[in-house]
C-alpha cells in the first residue's frame, strides 16, 4: 500500500486481557515508530525500530508493554494484562531510516479501549 | 513528558483570515516539525524546519524558527473550512529519531 496502515482500527477489550495491535510501514521504510495519544493530547513517543532491533524503547511505560518487527518490516506492539489507563490511540509511523531527522509519515491508529 | 507547547490552545476564525499558532520547547533541538491532525487520527506531515533555518514555505504555509527564543509559529493564510484540525509541532531532542509532541492547537475555521 501506498501508506501506513494498522490493525485493528478499533479495539475492545476487557482489564486484564492480552491485545495485538500491527503496522504495516510503507515499503522500503526501514526505521518504525510506536507513540500513543490520549484524549486532548499529543502523541507520546513508546518505541522505534531500526531494522529488526529496538533501538530506543525508553517510552514503554512497563513491562506489560512489548514490541517485535521480527522481518524487519511489520510490527506488533503487545499489551499484557491490560488496564483501563491503558485507553488511547495507538499510532504507528515509518521511516526511509537513511539519516536523522526525516520526516515520519503516520498511520491513522488503532483506538482501544479497555472496559 | 512533551517537549514542545503549542499556544493557544484553541483558535476560531473565519474562513479567508489567517492563523497562527505557536510552539515553545524546552531544550536545544536539531528539527521541528508540524503536523496536523483530523478527528483525533493519523497525523499529517506539514512541514519540517532545521535549527540552521530561520523561515520556510510550503503553499499557503509557512513557519519559523527562533533557536534563541526556542520557540516556532506556523502561519495559514488564506484559511479554509477544510483547515479545521488540530496541529502539532514536533521536535527531536538527544535523539533524531525521538519526536516530542506538544498538546496541539485545535484550529476551527469558519465557513
Known amino acids: 500500500g501506498a501508506g501506513v496502515s494498522q490493525t485493528p482500527s478499533n479495539k475492545v477489550t476487557e482489564k486484564g486481557k492480552y491485545v495485538e495491535l500491527r503496522c504495516d510501514p510503507i515499503?522500503?521504510?526501514?526505521?518504525l515508530y510506536w507513540y500513543r495519544q490520549s484524549l486532548g493530547q499529543g502523541p507520546e513517543f513508546l518505541i522505534y525500530?531500526?531494522?529488526?532491533?529496538?533501538?530506543?524503547d525508553s517510552g514503554l511505560p512497563n513491562d506489560r508493554f512489548f514490541a517485535v518487527r521480527p522481518e524487519g518490516s511489520v510490527s506488533t506492539l503487545k499489551i499484557q494484562r491490560t488496564e483501563r489507563g491503558d485507553s488511547a490511540v495507538y499510532l504507528c509511523a515509518s521511516s526511509r531510516g537513511e539519516a536523522g531527522g526525516e520526516t515520519q509519515y503516520f498511520g491513522p491508529g488503532t483506538r482501544l479501549l479497555v472496559l | 513528558s512533551q517537549q514542545g507547547e503549542e499556544d493557544p490552545q484553541a483558535l476560531s476564525i473565519q474562513e479567508g483570515e489567517n492563523a497562527t499558532m505557536n510552539c515553545s520547547y524546552k531544550?536545544?533541538?536539531?528539527?521541528l516539525q508540524w503536523y496536523r491532525q483530523n478527528s483525533g487520527r493519523g497525523l499529517v506531515h506539514l512541514i519540517l524546519?532545521?535549527?540552521?533555518?530561520r523561515e520556510k514555505h510550503s503553499g499557503r504555509l509557512r513557519v519559523t524558527l527562533d533557536t534563541s527564543k526556542k520557540s516556532s509559529s506556523l502561519l495559514i493564510t488564506a484559511s479554509r473550512a477544510a483547515d479545521t484540525a488540530s496541529y502539532f509541532c514536533a521536535t527531536d531532542r538527544d535523539n533524531f529519531n525521538k519526536f516530542y509532541f506538544g498538546s496541539g492547537t485545535k484550529l476551527n475555521v469558519k465557513p
Open positions: 531544550t536545544s533541538i536539531n528539527n
Open positions: 525500530f531500526q531494522g529488526t532491533g529496538a533501538a530506543d
Open positions: 515499503s522500503g521504510h526501514t526505521a
Open positions: 524546519i532545521r535549527s540552521n533555518e
